[in-house]
């Protein structure tokens, strides 16, 4: 870890402490009524974590139809939220609101019967927000918070974040719940969709692009992996891009061996659009967790490539998997540092070749 991180970590180690002292309370709450709102506080939300809870507001609606769920998140998830996720209510907060804003944005909730933040460590500021909310009941996974009257942390240890999710419903006497996920769909995006893609040959995802550098594959790393594809298997290979990448996967389809079986969309890299190339895909390959939980969802044959868990234990990765038993996964190769593109190439192909053999076996032409 570098000063500049360790002084990051020193300084919000500091602020927490002096959270815990200043509002972390342990109080007499109200009795819900069982008709209390659910609020969801979601305004670290990244795709790969709404994909994972998107059943959610769907299940409370189903066990508990008097209640409404209200999701607080960032101005670029509220959309997912509101159109569909099915939440009742998307309140959107920006990224670093002030004390003021989240007193405000407490208040104006009114009476909250289950108030959910899963953060595991939280910051001074959501300690703040906790304490300033009339709530029955607050969930989440910091069980170091007096607040915090229903503690997940340790009593969800090592699961995956979609359990996590089914013991709260759990605690709210909501039990088995159905947690497949929810994956948008709309006929303008298939509409959209159909104007290139090729509805006689079955097209493998790849996407070579996770968020952050330690899950970026450099351009060398993706045609090499690429080549090796296409040897092994017959599909087409529709390469997935965020924005701004569009020049690069240009010269990657360009420059391949066989650009005539490399498939690139000539839309805008949009929510939709990833949403329904994966939907007509039949498979995924992967080193972005988002677009792994978003196949999962739509049970298609992952294969997952993961930075293991640095300095002991695997819990991000045993939180984060691939939530289906459809799926291989193979890690990178660093143990000094997060590096998706130390993986072995020769383990990338023999575990490629026995991915696509086990999809072929599944699926005979």
Same mark, same amino acid.
């Given at each position: 870890?570098?000063?500049?991180?360790?002084?990051?970590?020193?300084?919000?180690?500091?602020?927490?402490?002096?959270?815990?002292?200043?509002?972390? $309370? =342990?109080?007499? +709450?109200?009795?819900?009524?069982?008709?209390?709102? *659910? &609020?969801?506080? %979601?305004?670290? !939300?990244? @795709?790969?974590?709404?994909?994972?809870?998107?059943?959610?507001? $769907? =299940?409370?609606? +189903?066990?508990?139809?008097?209640?409404?769920?209200? *999701? &607080?998140?960032? %101005?670029?998830? !509220?959309? @997912?939220?509101?159109?569909?996720?099915?939440?009742?209510?998307?309140? =959107?907060?920006?990224?670093?609101?002030?004390?003021?804003?989240?007193?405000?944005?407490?208040?104006?909730?009114?009476?909250?019967?289950?108030?959910?933040?899963?953060?595991?460590?939280?910051?001074?500021?959501?300690?703040?927000?906790?304490?300033?909310?009339?709530?029955?009941?607050?969930?989440?996974?910091?069980?170091?918070?007096?607040?915090?009257?229903?503690?997940?942390?340790?009593?969800?240890?090592?699961?995956?974040?979609?359990?996590?999710?089914?013991?709260?419903?759990?605690?709210?006497?909501?039990?088995?719940?159905?947690?497949?996920?929810?994956?948008?769909?709309?006929?303008?995006?298939?509409?959209?969709?159909?104007?290139?893609?090729?509805?006689?040959?079955?097209?493998?995802?790849?996407?070579?692009?996770?968020?952050?550098?330690?899950?970026?594959?450099?351009?060398?790393?993706?045609?090499?992996?690429?080549?090796?594809?296409?040897?092994?298997?017959?599909?087409?290979?529709?390469?997935?891009?965020?924005?701004?990448?569009?020049?690069?996967?240009?010269?990657?389809?360009?420059?391949?061996?066989?650009?005539?079986?490399?498939?690139?969309?000539?839309?805008?890299?949009?929510?939709?659009?990833?949403?329904?190339?994966?939907?007509?895909?039949?498979?995924?390959?992967?080193?972005?967790?988002?677009?792994?939980?978003?196949?999962?969802?739509?049970?298609?044959?992952?294969?997952?490539?993961?930075?293991?868990?640095?300095?002991?234990?695997?819990?991000?990765?045993?939180?984060?998997?691939?939530?289906?038993?459809?799926?291989?996964?193979?890690?990178?190769?660093?143990?000094?540092?997060?590096?998706?593109?130390?993986?072995?190439?020769?383990?990338?192909?023999?575990?490629?070749?026995?991915?696509?053999?086990?999809?072929?076996?599944?699926?005979?032409?």
């Amino acid at each position: 870890m570098g000063l500049i991180n360790k002084l990051q970590l020193a300084r919000d180690t500091v602020r927490r402490r002096v959270g815990l002292f200043l509002f972390d $309370r =342990e109080r007499s +709450r109200p009795a819900d009524s069982g008709s209390g709102k *659910v &609020v969801l506080l %979601r305004w670290d !939300a990244k @795709l790969g974590d709404a994909i994972v809870s998107s059943w959610v507001a $769907r =299940e409370i609606r +189903r066990a508990q139809p008097e209640r409404e769920v209200w *999701v &607080v998140t960032t %101005r670029a998830m !509220a959309p @997912l939220f509101r159109d569909h996720l099915g939440a009742d209510r998307v309140i =959107e907060v920006p990224k670093r609101p002030a004390y003021g804003q989240l007193k405000a944005l407490a208040h104006s909730l009114g009476r909250v019967g289950y108030l959910v933040h899963l953060g595991k460590s939280l910051k001074m500021k959501d300690i703040y927000f906790l304490n300033q909310v009339d709530a029955c009941h607050i969930a989440g996974m910091d069980d170091a918070l007096s607040s915090i009257d229903i503690k997940l942390g340790e009593r969800t240890s090592g699961r995956h974040f979609a359990d996590k999710f089914a013991a709260l419903l759990d605690s709210m006497g909501i039990h088995d719940p159905d947690t497949r996920y929810v994956i948008p769909q709309c006929p303008e995006w298939e509409q959209n969709l159909a104007a290139w893609w090729p509805a006689a040959q079955q097209v493998i995802a790849f996407n070579p692009y996770g968020s952050g550098g330690a899950r970026r594959l450099r351009s060398d790393m993706i045609a090499r992996m690429l080549e090796l594809m296409l040897v092994h298997c017959q599909q087409t290979l529709c390469l997935l891009f965020p924005p701004g990448m569009e020049q690069e996967v240009a010269t990657l389809r360009e420059q391949a061996s066989r650009p005539d079986r490399i498939l690139l969309s000539p839309e805008a890299p949009s929510l939709g659009g990833l949403f329904t190339q994966l939907r007509h895909s039949v498979g995924l390959v992967s080193v972005d967790t988002a677009t792994v939980h978003i196949a999962a969802g739509l049970s298609l044959p992952i294969l997952g490539l993961y930075n293991p868990d640095l300095g002991g234990g695997g819990d991000n990765y045993a939180e984060w998997h691939p939530n289906t038993r459809d799926a291989m996964t193979l890690f990178s190769k660093s143990l000094t540092s997060q590096d998706i593109n130390s993986l072995d190439m020769n383990e990338f192909e023999q575990t490629f070749s026995r991915w696509i053999a086990s999809m072929d076996n599944k699926n005979p032409k």
